[in-house]
């Protein structure tokens, strides 16, 4: 790791013409050793620009904090990874506590698109020259001018229901039908809503309308015990959830500075593993489902049932919930689990390969995966796609490499990475990673450290802030919190794969694809909804 | 007189439902519908399918368009922005049909109850037939809950108020404290 | 009163009314009398010559003509012979119905000044009047006058709405592709002519034989060629989608049932009249009309399935029924070469019969989307909609016109397309090896094309007339004027009558193909009730076969469509059947409805808050896959455009534009113009306006002539 | 390639459960539920650590007060009209719980354990609540019970 108070000054220096300074002391302060700079509202997208070039620094978050209870108006802030330094670079801009505003992104950062609007709509922050300010995630019928974010807001007040707004689009060019699938659409799927824009067969457009699920997870979280975190974390989206409950349980160990016990660390890489392989082995069944291999289909469905077996063995739970806390896991396994974790991954190594070796056989499998819903590497690298789907665009990130975390750092494995962007490529990656996951969960099953699997965390003070992170099944989720009062939550953020990857996804969809195509585009993404609304 | 039209209305509420039972009994086609949930519902859901669990082998099937269906299975917290859709959808399918709320979002809202964002479960929205509680209820479970539904499972949980005499006295109990 | 000399009554008396009818529409004073006053006489007109036809064809005397002049080439004559009935009685059905409907449409149509309007009125009655003059002309010189006033005329027609370019433009080619056809049609009366030494159709008749078969040959393909670039086949169609959309919709209706099919009159005045006589044609002649009238079928209705513009779509498919009709003279031609003469004049009886048939329907239809763009002001698919409860009657007469069209019993399509297409099956009567393929090939790409003919039509009445309306003026449509209802109404009946009691009119057909062929083929298509054969039939009869059968003036109700190996219908107890399923269906609606309450709801559409209009499928995205699938043939271009991604992302705009070309439009006729333009550009060396050049030219022109005298 | 599909398939053998024919059982691990031991509950002696750890609030804790009327529990004694009675109830609501099982951890006294339970249906919400009413024999003073749920879905 590079000298991080070195790098604190080049950055200062760099961006220092355009606004860039030191931060002064502040609330949330973060772990030591990560870098911070302040910067003026306006300048922020030159300073970006010139951290992006200079610094390949890659845009992960962007969220405004409500300062106004310490007199400091409004706190925007962007996280950066620097990959080479294996560090988090935070962008602060102190917003004006009356009329909070800064100069919007967009423009140098596509990605940002999203997160600005978040803002705009939860907390009252403007981002000016942003091309189009509508709301996002909050229902239609909520009232304007009702930031939820807001220190003052209640998670269980009442917000009384206004006569619902709905985004109206451009009209279509003439002759161009607007084919709505969803919210509630084909089979056993969240609810989201696409519009496609089809000229019959061709797909011209897609929109996406998604967020009928927004639970306020981060409001919810606020003011709850940290204790409890947990199980609010694992519930951001159930399929993900260890890998989520273990970011929350990062980022809560890295404020209280404690070293977790080995043997937890390496259980924890265990377990985020097998959540890997059970989500990979799901997104193969349900891609054959698409593409109408029922046999594949249901020889895919039953690996991830053994997983899922196995997964309630271990944890008592089959989605994990409930296995991760502050400081380790709630329970340790006895040998005769290990062992039935040896057996079924030498029986899933085995049936993998085959199954493999079959898929990529199947001419009808195949044809409907190449060349479909292609995702260029530019625009997975504007939109700052992560996981798989950034992977099989080129985008060689993985924080399990990058920023290793649990026991990632003592175990050998190999991140696939593509550049061709179709439906193959991602379908690709995930049969790679999941061949990883088996690897890894053997490493791990043969040096398994002895000892304790959990270590008390002391009380947080307020003011606490961390960032924490884990490669969940469908990419890079970060956490990012802020301790209050009485051992409580003040401050949550959430930034799930799947949000980072959504604004990406419509862009796979014009082109070269036909209407029947987009099942298995939507598939071949697999995006999960409950974790982009949260 | 009240008790008579309670009776009455009772076992008219029973004729219905075994009518119901009777009609959807051997073939049922289900219409699933997210209303906020974390996916693990879903997931769950979904695994009935798989050769482990099959639902098919007891003639209960799911389907794409409610006017088709004859069961509404709806899980998750009740997001505000779903209550129009699950309307919808309910007001969509033909007589006679059941409604089950499946994991604690559906039937309570669960981590969520009721909040700014949430109506916590769909108890309020739509007349809930059946009950399924579990984060998320695992595939045995919703097995259960839709023979239940139909009629065709014995239900196992009921209300209960134990009475416990206690002769110690309560030290702990200290008014005001 | 003799019953057979009414037809030659009611013959002059047509004349007389159309004549009327021109004075009329000049010497009226107010706009609407105009109208009114010609469209009456055309009327009339129209069923005086409806009258003389169907006279004619059952069996009256012919009416006839005769002007003597001094002229050299002698007397003009007319002679309604069973060929002209057939085609007079199709222009007086057409004729009749349009011209009611013009009193509605020419009334809401434009507001027109009063001067067009007599002109109009006028120019109409004169219009028909040639028509009727060119099918009943019985000498060349009288019919090249009418074929060309008719040219003339209905370019004046065309142009009604002179005001817009693109009219005049189309106008115009019309007018001069139907030249360049009557450059050949003359040549080709010229070359019967020479043998004669009289232009008389009876010395032409006497002559043709004497001809060498190079010679006929010729004069085979300047007719085909000719009377061809006037019925629109292919690759001379190029003027019929232009012009079809740009006139008055009655007008449309007159030119694509009526005009077109003049065309096919002429061929069949010369491929089986004139040349038809003593000598067999060859083989080839008859393979060639099937194989252009095939191909001409099926690119006419793939073009007719990708247009957006209402009247394209009826202007195309019309290129694509004149394909089918010319298919059905093709194989009558085809088998005529191998000496299978009632199999020949069974298929021109169902070719002739599809005539009639396309020329209700489409007229029909034509009549339809006047109605639609009289109310909507737009003829764009994708801006109609939701037409059916606006205009409910307008709405049922198109549908059962695309129903017609779309060859569904009980309407009248149906049974000419299945008697062509099953005659097209007898080909293994043949034993030519390739005539057999070239017939069966033909056969499957009049299939495919039928086929695709019914994509085009529920396209039509799905988009046009169904689900939402795609823009205000769709939203603020009202039904038709009685008028216009009228006429529709008429044609509708034809529709469902042809279709229904084709027994009935194959008779008359029958006498048409009896003189040109000379034998009738009556009891085979129409037998007398199996009575011949009830071994054969015992089934049929027992199950009502033998129904009315000493009632009916004509054989019988079933139509057997071949020869051999053919299938047996009949039209009329299907539509009975029909009646009786529907009748209980309803009733057992009425059963069962009781039973479960009924709840009425909003659309579903995956619990989205509104379903709108734009959600509704458009007539591009309809046909869009038939675009994808023949896009080698079409090789259209399609371009999307959309802004850059990150903006793209939220505002939504995009673009998305597809082009086509008209058929051999870029492969045949723009390189041809510009060789033609560069060739002219040459020439104008020559031309310098130089006068001293140009008294070298005629001095080189001299010598070169002086040279070759002495050579 | 269907063929071998096929054959896998063919292969696999069948491993559908029985259920509902024959009962199946879940791993000894498995959180179905928590049941509730309302002998050796501490809730009368006001112990309300479980309903502290319950995140969802499945566990309340509230006082029956039954004013001027017999009593249920005292069926059969002579009925004392004018005393007021109060006592802590425990419920357990099952349509709330999320099986986290953080209220067996935080139990003092082993009242609550998770059982693998997985018939869990049921036609009304209130079957899905479980409650115990803690009594002191000696109970006539008639203390009012602090409400203790902390104020959560109150």
Known sequence: MIDSAALQSRLVAACGELGGASPRPYVGQGVEGEVVINVAPDALPQVVQTLRREFRAIFVDLFGLDLRPEKQGFRLTLIFSLDEEENWLYVHADLDADAPQFSSLVEALPAADWYERVVWEELGVTPREHPLLAGLRLAPDWPEGVYPQRQDFRWQQQVQGVEPRYFELAPAPEGIVDYPLGPVRSGVVESGHYLLRTAGEELVDMRLQLFYKHRGIEKRAEGVALEHLPLIAERISGTSAFAHSLTLCQALERAAAVDVPPRARFLRTLLAELERLYNHLGFQA????????????????????????????????????????????????????????????????????????????????????????????????????????????????????????????????????????????????????????????????????????????????????????????????????????????????????????????????????????????????????????? | MADTLDKATREAAEQLQARVQRLLGHSLHIRHVDAGSCNACEAEIKMLLNPYYDIQRLGIFFTVTPRHADMLLVTGCMTRAMVDPLRQTYEAMPDPRLVVAVGACACTGGIFGQSAYTLGGIGDILPVDVYIPGCPPSPLTLIHGLLLALGRAEQRMHHDTRQVKSSRALPMLTPGA | ??????????????????????????????????????????????????????????????????????????????????????????????????????????????????????????????????????????????????????????????????????????????????????????????????????????????????????????????????????????????????????????????????????????????????????????????????????????????????????????????????????????????????????????????????????AVYKGLLFLGAGSVNHATGTRELNKLGGLIRLMPWTTLFFIIAALAISAVPPFNGYISEWMLLESLLQSFAIPDILSKVIIALSGALLALTAGIAVTSFVRVCGVGFLALPRSKEAANAREAPVSMRVGMGFLAFFCLALGVLPTFVIPALDRVTTSLFGVSVLNQVVPPLFTNHPGAYQLLVTIGGSLFSGILPVNGLVVIAAPAFSTIDSPTYLFLAELLAIGIVLLLLRVIRPLGATRRGRVWAGGIPRFTAAMTYTGMAYSNPVRLIFHSLFRSRVTIEASAPASRQREGRIDYQQQFWSPFERGLYRPLLSAFEAVTRKARIIQSGNLNQYIAYIFLIVLIVLILRAI | MILSWLR???????????????????????????????????????????????????????????????????????????????????????????????????????????????????????????SAVFIQEDGASGRDYEEKNNGRYA
């Open chain 1, 286 to 534: 349900d891609l054959c489902q698409a593409t109408g291999l029922a046999v594949a289909q249901a020889q895919f469905d039953i690996l991830k049932e053994r997983v899922l077996r196995l997964n309630a063995r271990l944890a008592g739970h089959r989605y994990l919930f409930g296995m991760n806390v502050p400081g380790g896991l709630s329970r340790d396994f006895d040998e005769q689990s290990l062992q039935a974790v040896r057996e079924l991954v030498t029986v899933l190594r085995r049936d993998m390969e085959t199954l493999s070796r079959l898929l990529l056989a199947s001419a009808s499998h195949r044809d409907r995966l190449e060349g479909t819903g292609m995702l260029k590497p530019e625009d997975a690298r504007a939109y700052c796609a992560v996981g798989p789907i950034g992977r099989a665009s080129g985008v060689d990130r993985d924080l399990r490499r990058d920023h290793p975390y649990a026991a990632y750092a003592e175990v050998d494995f190999a991140v696939p990475v593509l550049e061709t962007g179709d439906a193959m490529a991602r379908t690709q990656i995930r049969l790679d990673e999941a061949m990883q996951s088996l690897h890894i969960i053997t490493q791990i099953l043969g040096s398994l450290p002895g000892g304790n699997v959990y270590a008390p965390l002391e009380r947080l003070p307020a003011g606490k802030a961390a960032l924490g992170w884990a490669e969940s099944p469908r990419g890079e989720c970060l956490h990012w919190l802020l301790v209050g009062e009485d051992g409580t939550l003040r401050r949550y953020r959430v930034r799930t794969a799947s949000f980072a990857n959504w604004q990406a996804f419509s862009l796979a969809i014009p082109g070269h694809n036909i209407l029947t195509d987009f099942p298995v585009i939507e598939q071949s993404f697999g995006l999960s909804f409950a974790g982009a609304d949260c």
């Open chain 4, 8 to 130: 896998r398939g063919l292969r696999t053998g069948v491993l559908t459960t029985r259920y509902p024919a024959a009962r199946e059982e879940m791993p000894r691990e498995f959180r179905g539920r928590p049941a509730l031991d309302a002998e050796r509950c501490l809730a009368g002696q006001g112990c309300d650590r479980c309903v502290q750890a319950c995140l969802p609030a499945a566990l309340s804790l509230a006082t029956v007060t039954s004013r001027g009327v017999q009593p249920l529990w005292e069926r059969g004694n002579m009925p004392r009209p004018l005393t007021t009675i109060s006592a802590p109830q425990l419920t357990l609501d099952y349509g709330r719980c999320i099986m986290c099982g953080l209220c067996v951890t935080a139990c003092p006294a082993d009242a609550l354990r998770m059982v693998g339970d997985y018939e869990l249906a049921s036609t009304t919400s209130n079957d899905l609540r479980v």
């Open chain 3, 1 to 358: 009163m003799n019953w057979s000399l009414v037809p030659t009554l009611t013959f002059w008396a047509m004349f007389a009314v159309y004549l009327l009818g021109v004075v009329l529409a000049v010497l009226m004073p107010k706009g609407r009398a105009i109208t009114i006053s010609a469209a009456v006489c055309a009327a009339l007109g129209g069923m005086a010559a409806l009258v003389t036809g169907v006279g004619v064809l059952s069996g009256a005397a012919m009416p006839m003509l005769r002007f003597d002049t001094n002229l050299p080439f002698g007397a003009l004559t007319l002679r309604v012979d069973t060929l002209s009935a057939f085609f007079l009685a199709v222009i007086g059905l057409i004729s009749l119905p349009v011209a009611v409907y013009s009193i509605g449409y020419l009334n809401a149509e434009h507001g027109a000044g009063k001067g067009r309007l007599h002109a109009f009125g006028a120019l109409f009655n004169l219009l028909l009047l040639t028509l009727t003059l060119i099918v009943t002309a019985d000498d060349a010189i009288m019919f090249l006058v009418a074929w060309e006033a008719m040219a003339f005329l209905s370019y004046l027609m065309v142009n009604f709405d002179y005001e817009d370019a693109r009219v005049i433009r189309s106008g115009f080619l019309m007018l001069a592709v139907s030249e360049l056809g009557t450059i050949g049609i003359f040549i080709a009366f010229l070359l019967l002519y020479q043998a004669a030494g009289s232009f008389g159709y009876d010395a032409l008749r006497a002559a043709a034989p004497t001809l060498s078969l190079p010679l006929r040959s010729a004069v085979f393909l300047l007719a085909f060629a000719g009377f061809g670039a006037k019925a629109g086949i292919l690759p001379l169609q190029l003027w019929l989608p232009e012009a079809h959309p740009a006139a008055p919709s009655h007008i449309s209706a007159l030119l694509s049932a009526v005009i077109i099919k003049l065309g096919i009159y002429g061929m069949l005045r010369f491929l089986l009249d004139f040349l038809g006589g003593a000598a067999t044609p060859p083989a080839w002649w008859g393979l060639t009309v099937l194989a252009v009238g095939a191909i001409t079928a099926l690119v006419g209705i793939l073009y007719s399935v990708v247009q957006n513009d209402l009247k394209r779509v009826l202007a195309y498919s019309s290129i694509e029924n004149i394909g089918i009709i010319l298919a059905g003279l093709g194989a009558s031609l085809t088998f005529r070469a191998y000496h299978l003469t009632a199999l020949s004049a069974i298929v021109m009886i169902a070719a002739l019969y599809h005539v009639l048939n396309h």
